[in-house]
């Protein structure tokens, strides 16, 4: 998922570095960013996605197309100019300016924190951390999610499991905290994302 | 704004914002209006019509000048108004032509609470919704959509409850519910039982148009007590001047109440109560009813279950078959006197047998007590000196009342609002009938609780389809195990909503539908709900202005005003329809609007939605509707066998004669069939005021549920108890010497639960929320007459203007609910300034079977305010903005 970046730097040595922030500005600048994504939960995943996206700098046309793309903005409300207006108004991601054509989009070194901040990898490591009662569940679901599966086939695997009556809850409490991890994507069906089988890996490389 | 990239012309397309900024509470419009919208005609027509300002039916004459309403006055022809209107249907106008009234469907396009909004077309409204729902319902189940509406101006309940069942999401809620009148309905159907299927279960609640006999001229009721209610300010051309004019005619009143209402100021004994202690004092009046055998030994004897021996393992009334091998399971025991042994009692009554009342009797090995002895001993700790102390009142007084209803009589004891807001919600209610079954003022003239004949209309127009909703899915409904009281309504617990939205936990809800007014203003702990906006996916407000709950929507769907709105309404043995007199702007019909939604689903996919369309599966209710003509016509061709235009010819008519309507003891009428009595709508058709049809609603779901549920943690309770307020000023707590003065609310006459008050005239008339307190409290605090305050609890501080008076409970405050659609643009949005709901508490105790919160009865401190809040407006000058404002001509939809 973090394809565009190189692995092991940290973001906020590298942003020290350019002297672009100072560290505090950096750090409210961050939460700003953090602030306006959490209080949009229908496209919390959507706009991760995009500032990974633009941690390139990318063509503002196939930035459109990207964010059309990703399974979340099927029943979407707002369209990717709107998605992007709140990004950049966020301060998470900033326009260049260009002579000519659609203009270039890139992601903000407090986009880019933003993203470290909430790396996948983290939200999963803090979920199954969270609730350890629940631990073999979610790794059992990502696993169970190799190959799409219905709400139905999840609610089967996880019908009679004790866990889940005291207290009571149900499958989609763990397919929403996946989900809100990154650890699991809907596209008609639920699926593991690669963030979520590389977390796997590493869960089956430690126990080894 | 400078956006010279992603094509400039297509960004600022998509972020393109009507009224932008502007403001749904100054003196913009969301769109600027020139031209009325409207049929049009050079003469004045007058229509005849009801009004729906708040859950009354009053009989409106509706003045149309060039498509346009000039005038409303009341209708004399409805029997229950008999053409006098209130403030609030005389702010029709006011409402209707509001310059602010949300006119089109829009979407959000900043950030929830910024009050930036797009103008977009009903088709993309209702597509970009089912889609939302549709994707929710296949990645976390049909659960995950929650829907709620509320009293205001609703023009039909069960709308969005229908919907919801035919969506197959079991979570419906309101703030009313637990908190509003279902503690009485619930009750009173389960200890009286219910003949008329089409009407609301007998109870006594004025306000909810019920009490039938004050409106029969003959009456001959001698005594009323007004219970916490207050008709005269909440539904005064109906209630509100049938209670006056049975004063005028002599009738005696008690009222118990906080303050010194209307009602009150008038009353023969005024009893001044401790805000949630009521259930002490119902107590101690039934205590004093048995002690004294002021009671009716005739009704409490032969038509009650109180002479019936109660099995102490199961707490069920005893049964033959509980103590001999093939013995009756639907035949009673007594304990009769003559042969000192356990009889049964063959309905309704055997003359051989001489049944005990009261007293303890041995019984196959069982120590058996009757129902009557069973309710004595619970009365029993309750004499008028201990309820005195508890409920802050004089004894002498509380007898005085005591003996005026029980030995003026008939009377009645007409339950108000006041008791469904306290945790013992229920027990309130199950004592109060109980007041009334002993004294026999139960269907006999005179008597508020009666079986009168229903109009083939009823009071429902939209059916809730219920049986669309599996087993599976009732299961997953908010608080359906501990809460079942909530299944007469179908309803779910509020409180376990938020909790879930917050934990995730059972489940976690991601799309919210609303329909109501302004549910930061109606819910209590208001500030409590906040956190649940930044957890859902989606947030559509339907409504037919924006309120503090818009700012945090996605989509906002414009509502008809009742204006613009038909339905068809009983009053007495009449039938009266509301027609709609013209139509504005884009809005829609709510109970249209549920309808398409549901079509489009159905379009998606969606098997539920689609077999909502198809009469085989909908039968007996009539399916969905695509015009709210379909649905009108198919109602009043079902019901009443016209349409609805032949119905609206003829309304207001007579469905039956006046006589034939006013049918007095029902439960003695011979039932061909058995040959003998009809009886009580209940299990044993007798009086149940030992009220076992509650340890059975909780053990099973019976007889709202469909299906068996799980038991509840703990039997509920077949006798009322008192439990004192979550909060109590009695025990000398830290909280209590922090917060002194215990709060309570109540209706204002000028508005209905949180709507109005952007209304010019009526914020004129009551521009900002008074804060009643007594003169001995104000010197202690420090403050004077007109003086701003601050009044606070231990969940948060609003702000109010002192209003000192000695007609109110010295240790008691009143405040009612209250907000600002001038701040909506604002960071407040108008329901921070002066919202006692911001006071109130949403945590437990609950009640034990509805679920109840605490809206009246908390612990609040109050001190000297600097001045008033920001931005709010005072002066009459100001609600100008909102005057009446032409509307725009619009496409024609369907109302």
Redesign the interface.
Known sequence: MFSNREPGIDVKEEIKASGTYEYQDLESATNRVLQRINAEPAYRIVLYKILEYCNSVRPSSDVEQAILSFPEMKAAMHSPQMLLSWLKDAGGIKQLATEEGDGLWCTTPAGRNAVTTESYDNRLRRLLAQEPIYKAIYLQLLQFCLSPKSRAEIESILSGNYILEKPKVYPSFFLENLEKAGGLEWDKKWKITSAGQNFLNGQAQSQT | MK?????RR??LK??AVTGMTAAFGGSQGLVKSNTVKAKTSSSTKIVRTCCRACIGTCGVLAHVKNGRVIKLEGDPEQPMSKGAMCPKGLSGIQALYHPNRIKYPM?R?G??GENKWKRISWEEAID?IA??L??TR????A??VIGSTGGGGNPEFKSVSRFLNVFGSPNFFEPGSSQCYMPRTLTYQLMCGQKQPLADPPNTSIADGNCLEIYTAETPIKTLVLWGANPTWSRPPEGGRAVVELREKGVKTVVVDPRLTADASKADVWLPIRPGTDVALLLCWIRYILENKLYDKEIVMKWSNLPFLVNPKTKYCLRESDIKDGGDPNTYMVWDQKTKSAKPLPFPWDDKLDPALEGTYKVKGMECKTGFQLLKERAEPYTLEKAAKICWLDANMIEKAIKLYAKNTPSGLCLGVATDQISNSVQAAMAACAIDLLMGNVEKPGALLQNFKATGFGIKMVTPLGAFLSEEQLN?RFGVIEYKGMLQWGVCHNPTVLEAIKT?????P?VWLERSGNKLTALGNASSWLEAF?????IVHVFLYPTSFSAYA??LIPATEWLESEFVLPALNKVCVRQAVTHTWETMNETLFWAKLAKRCAELGHEGCKNAFDPKKTAPELPYWNSMRELTDGLCKLRLGMTFEEVAKKAPYEEFPYDEWKQYYTYKRIDPKTKKPEGFGTTSKKLEIYAEAFIKLGQTGAPYSPFKLAPVSKDYDPLPYYSEPGESPLEDSELAKEFPLVMTNGRLPYYHHGTLRNIPWLREIYPVPELWIHPTAAKKYGISQGDWVWVESKRGKTQAKAYVTAGINPGVVYMERFWNPETLDTETHGWREMNVNLLSKNDAPYNDVVGTYTLRGYQVKVSKAGGPPKGIWTKPEQFKAWLPEPSDPTKQVEV
Do not use: H, S
Request: glycine residues 6%.
């Open positions: 956006l010279p990239v992603i094509t297509n960004f998509a972020t979407k396009v950030a929830r970009t889609r939302k549709m994707e296949d990645k976390y189940g659960e995950a997953k995730g936990k059972p489940y976690q991601r930044d957890k859902l996916d989606l996605d989509i």
